[in-house]
């Protein structure tokens, strides 16, 4: 059995191996902020992302609804915003995002999915990043409105696992049911036409004005045409940049 434990590679940055040289210098911890908007496949990118980079994904997104199962106090504060598809408060974002990146499996790098979407979460992060002394580098995933919204009301998730797929663009084997877990598979709440609209909304208004902050900042910010080529062809893109 393959051990993937955390000394294997004696704390050397993303993408150490076997092949690394052992006394390497230890390189800044990256975030990697993917930075999208609903539909631009900020989950799917992450996803193949991790695998190869071995970084956790720090998906608010998928944090609050985790909440929200629970039915705890963070849980309970967020679930009628998230169906409305309005951003949720800033303090509380920030709170998750803070406690996940303490964790000792962030120290080397993570990937941030659907984080910062406000002015306030940008200059928060910019204040938790500089005490890490960490490196960002944002990828912008730029895609056509339309093609936003077939990718999103299309949508179906695997409630067990998270897999994403889209009746047009990605159907599971079988329709309804996830290839890997066999589970029937569901429409996200703020997946509906109205709700979709708000989120859109919500990106353009207070999300998509940090890529002027970001570049203020002098912030390494690359746009990846994620509109007319498969999600491997993207993330293949996102490797090259970042390596
Ligand atoms: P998408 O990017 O497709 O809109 P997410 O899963 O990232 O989906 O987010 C779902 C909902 O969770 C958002 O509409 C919002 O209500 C809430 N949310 C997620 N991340 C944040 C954030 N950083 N700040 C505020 N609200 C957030």
Redesign the pocket.
């Given at each position: 059995m393959e051990s993937k434990g955390q000394v294997a590679n004696g704390g050397l940055p993303a993408g150490a191996g076997s092949d690394q040289i052992p006394n390497a210098k230890p390189q800044k911890p990256l975030a990697l902020i993917l930075f999208g908007?609903?539909?631009?496949g900020?989950?799917t990118q992450s996803k193949l992302l991790l695998k190869t980079l071995d970084f956790p994904q720090i998906?608010?997104?998928?944090m609050?609804?985790e909440h929200v199962r629970r039915g705890n106090a963070v849980g309970t504060k967020?679930e009628a915003?998230?169906k409305?598809?309005?951003?949720?408060?800033?303090e509380?974002?920030n709170r998750l995002?803070e406690e996940r990146l303490a964790q000792p499996n962030a120290a080397r790098g993570f990937i941030l999915?659907?984080?910062?979407?406000?002015r306030a979460?940008a200059e928060t992060l910019c204040g938790m990043l500089a005490g890490r002394g960490a490196e960002a580098v944002v990828i912008h995933l730029v895609v056509d409105y339309n093609e936003v919204i077939a990718r999103?009301t299309g949508r179906r998730q695997c409630p067990v696992c998270g897999t994403l797929y889209n009746l047009k663009f990605k159907p599971s084997k079988v329709p309804g049911v996830c290839d890997l877990e066999g589970a029937a598979l569901i429409v996200?709440d703020?997946d509906r036409e109205e709700v979709i609209r708000?989120?859109l909304d919500?990106?353009q208004n207070q999300t998509k004005p940090l890529i002027e902050y970001f570049r203020e900042k002098g912030k390494r910010l690359y746009d990846v045409d994620a509109s007319s080529e498969p999600p491997e062809a993207v993330f293949q893109k996102i490797l090259a940049l970042i390596q």
């Open positions: 908007p609903p539909g631009s900020k989950g998906s608010t997104g998928d609050l609804r967020v915003k998230m409305a598809g309005i951003l949720v408060k800033d509380v974002v995002v999915d659907g984080y910062p979407r406000t979460q999103l996200r703020d708000e989120r919500a990106y």
